[in-house]
């Protein structure tokens, strides 16, 4: 079993940043594969990044690339999502999850492990 702790979120004016912390319980947590997801009221989860195991195969949502950046320290079991840039569109809760299978995925149902999710909020 795996636990994940999201914390960083907040109030933020459209251009500024936060940096999104998601600490992992577990010995395993260097073999997951880590996400980030968000959601806002009425619509589904959609993905907004991904990150291997080894940190060497990342990928983005278009509507985030080039603003957002996710990252992993394995010794700290803690993956990172550093938002530059932010819009009010990007307003949500977020989320971390962990996939056991290790392979970057996007598809939020193959995820295995959750955490409660961080609300974000992009004043303008």
């Known amino acids: 079993q795996v636990q994940l702790v999201e914390s960083g979120g907040g109030l933020v004016q459209a251009g500024g940043s936060l940096r999104l912390s998601c600490a992992a319980s577990g010995r395993t947590f260097s073999s997951y594969a880590m996400g980030w997801f968000r959601q806002t009221p009425g619509k589904e989860r959609e993905f907004v990044s991904v990150?291997?195991?080894?940190?060497?195969?990342?990928y983005y949502a278009d509507s985030v690339k080039g603003r957002f950046t996710i990252s992993r320290d394995n010794a700290k079991n803690t993956v990172y999502l550093q938002m530059n840039s932010l819009k009010p569109e990007d307003t949500a809760v977020y989320y971390c999850?962990?996939?056991?299978?290790?392979?970057?995925?996007?598809?939020?149902?193959?995820?295995?492990?959750w955490g409660q999710g961080t609300r974000v909020t992009v004043s303008s």
């Open positions: 990150i291997s195991w080894s940190g060497a195969t990342t």
């Open positions: 999850a962990a996939d056991k299978s290790g392979v970057p995925r996007t598809i939020a149902r193959v995820y295995d492990y």
